[in-house]
């Protein structure tokens, strides 16, 4: 059993950046895959990001490369997700969850085995 817990989430303008962190407890997170997901209003959850559990393999999607970066600390038990640039179309409830890498990897929303509660980004124009 895991816990996953979100923060960082916040108000930011057009062309600015925060900085997520998943706090991840419970039986071995070591051996899961985390992925960072986001739900804007009125849409389906979507995969944004993924670390592997070396945290040396990492996939974006196209929407967020080279704006955002995840990393993972191990021994700290975080994974972090910094998104520079942000745009309104970024707005949303941003979760992570843990699962394996192929579900991961796949943003497979139904095959992640566990998630947090989420924190809220809001991008202004």
């Known amino acids: 059993q895991l816990q996953l817990v979100e923060s960082g989430g916040g108000l930011v303008q057009s062309g600015g950046s925060l900085r997520l962190a998943c706090a991840v407890s419970?039986?071995?997170?070591?051996?899961?895959?985390i992925g960072w997901f986001r739900q804007a209003p009125g849409k389906e959850r979507e995969g944004i990001s993924c670390?592997?559990?070396?945290?040396?393999?990492?996939t974006y999607v196209d929407s967020v490369k080279g704006r955002f970066t995840i990393s993972r600390d191990n021994a700290e038990k975080t994974v972090n997700l910094l998104m520079n640039n942000l745009k309104p179309e970024d707005t949303g409830v941003y979760y992570c969850?843990?699962?394996?890498?192929?579900?991961?990897?796949?943003?497979?929303?139904?095959?992640?085995?566990?998630w947090g509660k989420g924190t809220l980004v809001m991008v202004s124009s």
């Open positions: 670390v592997d559990i070396s945290g040396e393999d990492t």
């Open positions: 969850a843990a699962g394996t890498y192929y579900a991961c990897s796949r943003y497979d929303v139904t095959g992640m085995d566990y």
């Open positions: 419970g039986s071995n997170p070591d051996y899961y895959t």
